[in-house]
């Protein structure tokens, strides 16, 4: 059974830094694309980070140069280091797994493209 646990979210001021954890069973994430996605309260799922096993990473440009996504393959896990976090970025954060293609969208990270999803955890930044 698949299953993909995240972890980490919190309450931080504006400035501060979280991690994120999402630890998957059921399959190996080296042969998958994984991805991080947030979703706002009364706005749609946005793609945040990719990461695929050849090393290609891909991120949203409002979280570029803030943001590190990685995986730990022996601990099938996979990380969203989020620096200097801002108020816009509070919302839930998703993690997903899908096929390799889904790491190959172009300039959008697209969610159709993930097939196996989180249960998410919250992320709230304070002004």
């Known amino acids: 059974q698949v299953q993909l646990m995240e972890s980490g979210g919190g309450s931080v001021q504006s400035g501060g830094s979280l991690t994120l954890s999402c630890a998957a069973s059921?399959?190996?994430?080296?042969?998958?694309?994984m991805g991080w996605f947030r979703q706002a309260p009364g706005k749609e799922r946005e793609g945040v980070a990719t990461?695929?096993?050849?090393?290609?990473?891909s991120y949203a440009d409002s979280v570029k140069g803030r943001f590190t996504i990685s995986q730990d393959n022996a601990k099938n896990t996979v990380y969203l280091q989020m620096n200097s976090l801002k108020p816009e970025d509070t919302a839930m954060y998703y993690c997903?797994?899908?096929?390799?293609?889904?790491?190959?969208?172009?300039?959008?990270?697209?969610?159709?493209?993930?097939?196996?999803w989180g249960q998410g955890t919250q992320v709230t930044v304070s002004s």
């Open positions: 997903a797994a899908g096929a390799k293609y889904a790491c190959y969208s172009g300039s959008t990270i697209q969610a159709v493209r993930f097939h196996y």
């Open positions: 059921g399959f190996t994430i080296s042969r998958n694309c």
């Open positions: 990461v695929e096993s050849t090393g290609y990473i």
